[in-house]
Nanobody, 121 residues
Framework: QVQLVESGGGLVQAGGSLKLACAAS????????AEWYRQAPGKERELVAS???????VYADSVTGRFTISRDNARTTVYLQMNNLKPDDTAVYYC???????????????WGQGTQVTVSS
């Protein structure tokens, strides 16, 4: 089992910045991918950024150039640096952690509790 604890949400004016953090604890495997999703009211949850433990990160088109996903040295805390925030970025942001014990193993999926980000115009 993996527990995810998120922090860093809040209220910010358009053009401002926020940094989200997601700390993973419990039984983590080296083969994992950490991701940030968001869900705005009345909309489906969407992928914002994805970072495998080894490999390139990917971003949604809407946040490319403004958001950066990163990890700490232990590779168990993932961050989302959000710059030049826009009102359309307002949503609940969720951390997602997927891991496998080996390449052909069953994927385990875990979600954080979500953190609210509100961008005022």
């Amino acid at each position: 089992q993996v527990q995810l604890v998120e922090s860093g949400g809040g209220l910010v004016q358009a053009g401002g910045s926020l940094k989200l953090a997601c700390a993973a604890s419990g039984t983590t495997f080296t083969m994992n991918t950490a991701e940030w999703y968001r869900q705005a009211p009345g909309k489906e949850r969407e992928l914002v950024a994805s970072m495998p433990n080894r490999g390139r990160s990917v971003y949604a088109d809407s946040v490319t150039g403004r958001f950066t996903i990163s990890r700490d040295n232990a590779r168990t805390t993932v961050y989302l640096q959000m710059n030049n925030l826009k009102p359309d970025d307002t949503a609940v942001y969720y951390c997602h952690w997927e891991q496998r014990h080996h390449p052909f193993g069953v994927a385990e999926n875990y979600w954080g509790q979500g953190t609210q980000v509100t961008v005022s115009s």
